[in-house]
């Protein structure tokens, strides 16, 4: 193998190859962000180490020499072969799989449909999605990235807060006609469609709702009740009657009119965030899922913030 003590720094070829390729010092500092005098004196360094000279300094520029010509072919090939090498690297990195473990109905309502984006972005990834509310074990599940409403205390881990989640009350227009709902009394006149498991992570909860905005006069008893918190959404779209809502599961039935808000009332209900393990994060692939993540999130809270603006003048949001 070649003893790589016996060759000239780096950067002075590169001064060196700049240099041969504009046949000029201050156009070769000019690419380089340096002095004229800076270049000049490297190539003098450089020469001085190789034994020989490799221009001949001419009143309008520079001309190789022999050696110097020689030198150049070297130089230009290994450049070549040294981008060709990284650019490999750097695309094997990122293609294959990349198992993404995601809460199922957010996954189906928030996720699926902004994937083709993810997949025009990045065509060499491969993304398996784990539709389950277990929190990943990532070693034995094998599982790369997670997206979770749930945060772990672990040190260990990157937990990326993606963005806070509302919900509010949701209706399908056309019930919404018949009811005239104006006030929460008036939801005496239909059901309230339940979260099955209310006490869950990423579920919705009437009673909690009620207690947020201070009103203790609405009865919650009675109406179906649906899980996971996707299938409540679909009761409410179709109909069945009126639904507490997540806005990351209802924000496209809300933009494409199959529900709206017959309230303006809206309350936190936490951070939903990606996580993988620490030391991960900078894997190409993680990397560039966490990147798109950030974005498409970023967008999601836009929308958001416009669409419950377009729905009533004045957002109440209770803590």
């Not at 672990?154 to 006609?177: A, G, I, W």
Request: proline share 6%.
């Amino acid at each position: 193998m070649p003893d790589s003590r016996h060759l000239p720094p780096l950067d002075s070829l590169r001064y060196f190859e700049a240099s041969a390729r504009h046949g000029s010092f201050t156009r070769a500092a000019q690419e380089l962000c340096l002095t004229q005098s800076a270049v000049s004196q490297k190539i003098l360094a450089l020469e001085a180490r190789l034994g020989y000279p490799l221009f001949e300094r001419l009143p309008r520029g520079l001309r190789l020499t022999r050696e110097g010509g020689r030198l150049l072919q070297g130089v230009s090939a290994a450049f070549e072969l040294l981008t060709n090498t990284m650019h490999t690297i750097r695309s094997e990195a990122q293609e294959g799989t990349l198992k993404v473990r995601v809460m199922p109905s957010f996954a189906k309502r928030w996720l699926m449909p902004r994937l083709p984006r993810f997949s025009a972005a990045y065509p060499n990834i491969r993304l398996l999605i784990d539709g389950d509310m277990t929190p990943a074990n990532f070693k034995a599940d094998e599982v790369d990235v997670a997206v979770s409403c749930e945060w772990i205390d672990n040190t260990r881990l990157l937990q990326l807060q993606l963005f806070e989640d509302v919900s509010y009350p949701v209706v399908n227009p056309q019930l919404q006609e018949v009811l005239k709902l104006k006030d929460y009394i008036d939801l005496a006149r239909t059901q309230l469609l339940h979260d099955s498991l209310p006490q869950a992570n990423y579920s919705t909860n009437w009673d909690v709702f009620f207690t947020r905005i201070s009103r203790f006069d609405v009865s919650t008893r009675g109406g179906a009740a649906f899980s996971p918190a996707d299938l409540v959404i679909q009761a409410a779209c179709g109909g069945q009657g009126v639904s507490l809502a997540r806005h990351s599961l209802c924000a496209d039935d809300l933009a494409e009119g199959r529900l709206m808000r017959p309230f303006p009332d809206v309350i936190q209900e936490g951070a939903v965030y990606l996580v993988c393990p620490l030391a991960d994060q900078t894997r190409p692939r993680v990397a560039a899922f966490i990147e798109w993540m950030r974005a498409e999130a970023e967008d999601h809270v836009r929308c958001r913030d416009a669409a419950l603006q377009l729905s009533f003048d004045k957002e109440p949001v209770a803590a």
